[in-house]
């Protein structure tokens, strides 16, 4: 059964299309993390990110640190195409949360004009990122993937 589960959780075609899909998460993951851990791009970095989340957002720090650790993690994992499976996972709950905690009561919309103010975003955003989660739990990291690399391996054990 380990095997069965490790080797589903490996799998995936030499494809193209679960490459496109973990690199367009990760490259536009990315930014935000860079934001949150280390302030670029204006961000507010790991400070400031767990000021937001726990003052703002009212979570706990460990929900905080979590949240921050899941997706600063899933992006890279993403990115390599490692645990691409679990990583689709993790960053899905995560969104979900965010959905569910903060964007929900903000409606559909992201403030594309300006018109709400800052950080009162809509989730649409977030719909596209469950979307691609799906699709990559479906699909598997594809080509050029550690999992591809990994599970290759797998099989000759």
């Known amino acids: 059964m380990y095997k069965d589960f490790t080797q589903w959780a490996l799998s995936t075609d030499d494809n193209w299309t679960g490459l496109v899909l973990r690199l367009t998460l990760g490259l536009v993951l990315f930014p935000h993390v860079a934001q949150k851990l280390f302030g670029w791009f204006d961000g507010p970095g ?8 726990t003052t703002k957002a009212g979570l706990p720090a460990f929900v905080a640190i979590t949240a921050i650790t899941i997706e600063c993690l899933g992006a890279f994992l993403l990115l390599a195409g490692a645990g691409t499976r679990f990583a689709a996972v993790a960053v899905f709950c995560l969104f979900m949360g965010m959905i569910l905690v903060v964007h929900s009561s903000n409606g559909f919309f992201m403030n594309w004009f300006g018109k709400v103010p ?3 975003e809509g989730f649409e955003y977030h719909l596209l990122v469950l979307g691609i989660c799906i699709a990559i739990m479906i699909q598997g990291g594809g080509k050029y993937s550690i999992d ?6 797998s099989h000759n054990l």
Request: charge should be positive; glycine fraction near 18%; proline fraction near 0%.
């Open 46 to 53: 790991l400070r400031g990110e767990m000021h937001y989340m």
């Open 118 to 120: 800052s950080g009162t």
């Open 148 to 153: 591809k690399l990994l599970n290759g391996y």
